[in-house]
């Protein structure tokens, strides 16, 4: 456990991901995306393929997880079938996953702790997160966290998706807070990427979905490997 992050007094607010960060909605995707090439006639994906291709939107989820599924031709044969497929398997995928939202999920433990702490020390808090605003909203209230949150914004309320900024850049703007003095909470290299270039500083938590590379090689100001380690060491 690092520590910039465990001065709480020197932010106004935290920008909050979610999955891999407070829900671990792994079992969600593959009940999702399984059902999605059923319905294609295409075989189904194991979950551990499934937690490499989380983390950039739903368009990238279903477009990698078509490839995966398709005999191989070569990577640029699999990329123009796939895009083919698209909206048929986006129309599936929508289905599927709104029927079964936050069912084969959980909240990770901590996480209530850590939000609870956050805004005990006076931060308003938005959740960020690349999954749809249709998803992500009902998730949040499913497992009872949307009331921890001033703001909740998916991948499709802002013109691009983290990495880019911008997402983090108008949250800031949502919050009335100066990126310098807002906690971005994440969970992997699309986090840490977009809060450094927004300004923001960012902790990442140890346990969620990295695209399967070690979270810790990334550059952050901090890990935790629980969100309730966030206010640990402030006095």
């Given at each position: ?56 939107g739903s368009e990238h989820l279903i477009l990698s997880a078509l490839a995966h599924a398709m005999p191989s031709a070569g990577a640029a044969s ?29 909240v990770y433990p901590g996480v209530v702790e850590g939000l609870k702490a956050l805004r005990s020390r006076g931060l308003r808090l938005a959740c ?108």
């Amino acid at each position: 456990m690092t520590s910039i992050h465990h001065d709480l007094t020197r932010f106004d607010a935290a920008i909050v991901d979610l999955d891999g960060t407070m829900v671990d909605t792994l079992g969600d995707f593959a009940v999702s995306l399984n059902h999605m090439l059923g319905d294609l006639s295409l075989p189904p994906v194991a979950p551990a393929a499934i937690e490499k291709m989380v983390g950039k939107g739903s368009e990238h989820l279903i477009l990698s997880a078509l490839a995966h599924a398709m005999p191989s031709a070569g990577a640029a044969s699999e990329r123009a079938d796939a895009r083919a497929l698209f909206d048929r398997a986006w129309e599936r995928y929508q289905h599927h996953y709104l029927a079964i939202n936050g069912q084969h999920s959980a909240v990770y433990p901590g996480v209530v702790e850590g939000l609870k702490a956050l805004r005990s020390r006076g931060l308003r808090l938005a959740c960020l997160t690349n999954k749809p605003t249709s998803f992500a909203k009902p998730l949040l209230a499913a497992k009872g966290l949307d009331g921890f949150f001033d703001f909740a914004f998916g991948g499709d309320a802002f013109a691009t998706k983290k990495p880019d900024p911008l997402p983090l850049l108008k949250t800031c703007e949502a919050l009335g807070t100066a990126p310098a003095r807002t906690l971005m909470i994440g969970d992997s290299s699309n986090d840490a990427k977009a809060a450094r270039a927004a300004g923001c500083p960012v902790v990442l938590v140890t346990y969620g979905y990295n695209h399967g590379e070690p979270v810790r090689g990334v550059d952050a100001d901090g890990f935790v490997d629980s969100l309730a380690d966030i206010d640990r060491s402030v006095s």
